[in-house]
């Protein structure tokens, strides 16, 4: 077990890269609120097997409020939301998909790339994670850039923090609780607010294309 | 070259024969199942085909020689293939005939031969199925390739033999490579084999057909062993993936016990990933033929980063 622990820790990276990519090539906000869910738990996976394999109880603190958070709390929140909005299909990117996929796979060999001479050196169990986790952050970023609709976007936000809760839990073993606890703390408040900005944006313009608040500037 | 290396490769090549129409039954029952439909016998495809081979061959009018030669050279593709994928025992007398890359090109030779067939007797049918399978195959082999590399690079080597060797026969290591690989692989297989997201294999009446409309002219024997070939792919499809992914049970060389194990192991595995191919094709709905592209350059992005992945984390 503990001996297969670092190549598993490297197979929930891997998931959570794959997961990340499939993000960018979807198209129905359903199955990216899904995605973001598996995701989620892949997470919360990695982190208490880190844990347990480097007695670090914090560790499952951190991944019990991931849990609570990112699996059950803001994926129900998010179903909500676009149920009551009634935007369960989106079809608009700004690129088409098969483009935002070769941009996809442009940074992911950036980032491995970029990764590949600090891992060699790092001495942390998995230290290959940091290169996937980079990966994982630009394809959120490409995400919430060519979407054009406000629910993917939120959903690349958070898919972003995925990553980088997943580059500092592999990479330093885990950060101190406190800022653990902040960051879950932003999380949640920052998807409320956006929760509420996607009811008063549909409110005002109809529609959570993006595009409109362009035309809010006072002349 | 020994007697028992004779023996399993003949065996690989009479149980790729026997149980290729049987796991075409076995997925067509459990998906009648799975839609709530009174299912056929598990025996209907052999059934089929005795039926098929006892009819006469109807040839159009206009049919050159290349149309009545197809069936046969398709179903001798389909052999070789099973014949040197790693089955039931990595020692195989055939396999140095043909490595991965070889294996991609068998099928695209099978594939080349039938839309030249589809498209030999000029009816509108056979020449829009052609060319769609021609749109799906381009786009599929490339994907296929990079999951071979995927597997040879962890094995470095491109002998479908060695490959399994290694990944068999070696202290357990989770590569998480090939769990990119292994997604991309089933992406592929449901498109080259006119599986449900890409082609219906059950209708003959649907202008979004590709795999019937090419063998629509066909019937009698021709049909018999086209029909054949077509659940050789899939055995061979389904015998690659499980070899590559799941390769625990499959035999070495000079190890006649595990041979016999070997063949009760390979049923399980295509029992329950029939079971899953059933289960995919109810649970998902056919794409638009414009989708397909789309669908395919997934697969082969994400063989992509299963090499990206293997070369960053360097397992093996």
Redesign the interface.
């Known amino acids: 077990m503990i001996k ?1 622990a670092p ?2 820790i ?2 929930f ?3 959570i ?2 997961l990340s ?1 499939a993000m960018i ?1 979807q198209r129905r906000v359903v199955s990216l609120i899904n995605l973001f869910t598996i995701q989620g738990a892949a997470l919360v996976a990695a982190s208490v097997l880190l844990g347990y394999v480097t007695n670090q109880p914090d560790l499952y603190v951190s991944a019990a409020l991931t849990l609570v958070l990112k699996v059950v709390f803001i994926p129900w929140m998010l179903h909500r939301v676009i149920r009551k909005l009634n935007v369960r299909w989106d079809v608009d990117t700004l690129i088409n ?2 483009t935002t ?2 941009v ?2 442009a940074l ?2 950036f980032s ?1 790339s970029l ?2 001479p600090i ?1 060699r050196l790092s001495t942390s169990m998995a230290g ?1 994670s940091l ?2 986790a980079l990966a994982c952050v630009l394809l959120a970023f490409l995400m919430m850039i060519t979407r054009s609709k406000a629910v993917p976007q939120v959903i690349g936000f958070l898919s972003m923090e995925n990553g980088l809760i997943f580059a500092a839990t592999t990479v330093t073993n885990g950060m101190p609780m406190i800022v653990e606890f902040g960051i879950a703390l932003d999380v949640l408040v920052g998807v409320l607010i956006l929760g509420v900005f996607m009811f008063q944006i549909r409110e005002k313009f109809d529609s959570l294309d993006i595009h409109n608040l362009e035309t809010l500037k006072e002349d | 070259m020994s007697w028992l290396g004779l023996l399993s490769q003949l065996m690989a090549i009479v149980m790729a024969l026997v149980m290729a129409p049987l796991l075409s039954g076995w997925v067509n029952q459990w998906r009648a199942r799975l839609q709530n439909k009174s299912a056929p016998g598990l025996l209907q495809p052999y059934r089929v085909l005795h039926k098929l081979f006892n009819k006469e061959s109807v040839l159009a009018e206009h049919a050159s020689a290349l149309f009545r030669m197809v069936p046969y050279i398709v179903f001798g593709c389909m052999l070789l293939a099973s014949a040197i994928i790693p089955t039931l025992s990595t020692d195989l007398p055939l396999s140095p005939a043909a490595d991965a890359i070889a294996l991609v090109g068998l099928f695209a030779l099978a594939r080349v031969f039938i839309s030249l067939a589809a498209m030999d007797v000029g009816t509108a049918f056979g020449s829009l199925g052609a060319r769609r399978e021609m749109l799906v195959g381009f786009l599929a082999e490339p994907a296929l390739l990079m999951v071979l590399f995927c597997a040879s690079m962890i094995s470095r080597s491109t002998s479908l033999t060695t490959i399994v060797e290694t990944l068999a026969h070696r202290e357990l290591a989770i590569y998480p490579s090939l769990l990119v690989a292994g997604v991309a692989f089933a992406m592929v297989s449901l498109a080259e084999n006119a599986r449900v997201p890409v082609d219906n294999p059950d209708t003959h009446l649907e202008l979004t057909m590709i795999h019937e409309a090419m063998i629509l002219e066909y019937s009698g024997r021709h049909l018999a062993l086209l029909e054949w070939a077509a659940s050789l792919k899939l055995f061979a499809y389904s015998c690659i993936g499980l070899a590559l992914f799941f390769p625990w049970g499959v035999a070495e060389a000079n190890a006649p016990l595990a041979l016999l194990l070997a063949l009760p192991v390979l049923i399980i595995k295509l029992a329950i990933g029939g079971v899953f191919l059933a289960l995919i094709e109810t649970l998902s709905a056919k794409m638009r033929i414009f989708r397909v592209p789309e669908f395919l350059g997934t697969a082969f992005l994400l063989a992509v980063i299963g090499l990206l992945v293997n070369i960053l984390l360097g397992v093996g």
């Open positions: 297969l190549q598993l490297n197979l990276a891997t998931l890269l794959m990519f090539s998909i098969p996929m070769l996809g796979i992911v060999i491995f990764a590949l891992s290959g290169g996937i």
